[in-house]
């Protein structure tokens, strides 16, 4: 039979406690706390100006849809047909040669619409999206994205 070990006063013993102590942690804390604090807003500064870049290409393709649906019927939509007259056709138009747009008329990628006009102010149409805040001008990613 085996003899219990004893221990005595001021011997080490033969055990270590595996695991991570408090300090080691709030260390590793510390650390991923300022990675974060760093690539945090870099990465979402990256997507908002994603949205920007993707408000452009399709603001150019529906101007690419518009003057195809010129070329057909022989003027722009009015303001009161707006876009949708890019994939419905309105009852006035039998020149109308469309659909001009795959799918229905996308909203910008802050889930806005589209504002068109014909005549424009600044061309025979205006079309533009008011940017992340839904409101004429701003500055950043609340400017105004325009055709013109």
Do not use: C
Not at 87 to 107: F, N, T
């Amino acid at each position: 039979m085996p003899k219990p070990s004893v221990r005595r006063v001021g011997q080490r013993s033969n055990h270590r406690y595996s695991g991570f102590t408090l300090l080691e942690l709030l260390v590793v804390m510390v650390i991923i706390g300022l990675l974060a604090g760093y690539v945090g807003p870099k990465f979402f500064g990256q997507i908002g100006k994603s949205e920007v870049k993707a408000t452009k290409a399709q603001i150019d393709a529906l101007q690419k849809s518009l003057d195809q649906y010129r070329l057909d019927v022989g003027h722009y939509p009015s303001t009161e047909q707006g876009l949708s007259a890019l994939v419905i056709k309105p009852a006035d138009e039998a020149k109308w040669a469309g659909p001009y747009l795959s799918k229905a008329v996308p909203q910008d990628p802050w889930g806005h619409d589209y504002q068109y006009r014909s005549p424009g102010e600044h061309g025979e149409y205006d079309l533009l999206s008011f940017g992340r805040d839904g409101r004429p001008g701003g500055e950043g990613e609340d400017a105004d994205l325009v055709s013109w």
